[in-house]
């Protein structure tokens, strides 16, 4: 591998076993959680359904969705129209995996195994891996070793902005895949 490009995101998971439990404890809110063996008492879609409401503000949806829902009650039904949706087909136990993966991950401890060239990558308003992680994390690849590279996408649209506001990143991926051989 020639090059790396983390993009909205950390090497290393937070929050522990307490961010878990809290996670549970939000599901268990819900009647029909029953200990995460929900699957035929209805399912837990209002409790995931709010879970996600609230993800996608985080997220910057309010953001993305301004133009064209310019009235904050309809932009607010159509956030949970989405989120509904995402409800009725993402399984609550799922979560709970994910998120104990997700504070158990820790490349920081390899990272003086990274061989490639790195593209270290933020939005400049996302909520869940700010730009202000962003100087240790160059701080940390470069004490390993790594030749690495930061940028910060200009974007209102939070977390999601490495997708939604692609263009705005596109050209310093550009460049950084111009650097690497040609076989990559």
Same mark, same amino acid.
Request: no cysteine.
């Given at each position: 591998m020639d090059g790396l490009v983390p993009v909205v995101s950390a090497p290393k998971g937070s929050g522990g076993e307490a961010s878990v439990k809290a996670l549970i404890d939000v599901l268990a809110k819900d009647p029909n959680w029953n200990g995460g063996?929900?699957?035929?008492? !209805? !399912?837990?879609?209002?409790?995931?359904?709010d879970m996600r409401v609230a993800t996608l503000k985080r997220y910057g949806i =309010?953001?993305?969705?301004?133009?064209?829902?310019? =009235? &904050? @009650? @309809?932009r607010e039904a159509e956030i949970v129209r989405r989120a509904e949706g995402w409800s009725k087909v993402f399984d609550g136990n799922s979560l709970v995996v994910l998120r104990r993966a997700s504070v158990n991950f820790d490349a920081e401890k390899d990272m003086s195994k990274i061989k490639a060239k790195v593209l270290y990558?933020?939005?400049?308003? =996302? &909520?869940?891996?700010p730009p202000s992680i962003a100087p240790a994390v160059m701080e940390k690849l470069k004490a390993a070793g790594v030749t690495a590279d930061y940028f910060e996408i200009d974007s209102e649209l939070g977390h999601s902005a490495s997708g939604l506001d692609a263009a705005k990143w596109a050209p310093r991926l550009k460049v950084f895949m111009a650097t690497l051989p040609k076989g990559a």
């Open positions: 063996h929900y699957y035929e008492n !209805g !399912g837990i879609t209002r409790v995931l359904t =309010d953001e993305q969705l301004a133009e064209q829902f310019p =009235d &904050k @009650a @309809a990558v933020i939005s400049r308003t =996302d &909520k869940l891996f």
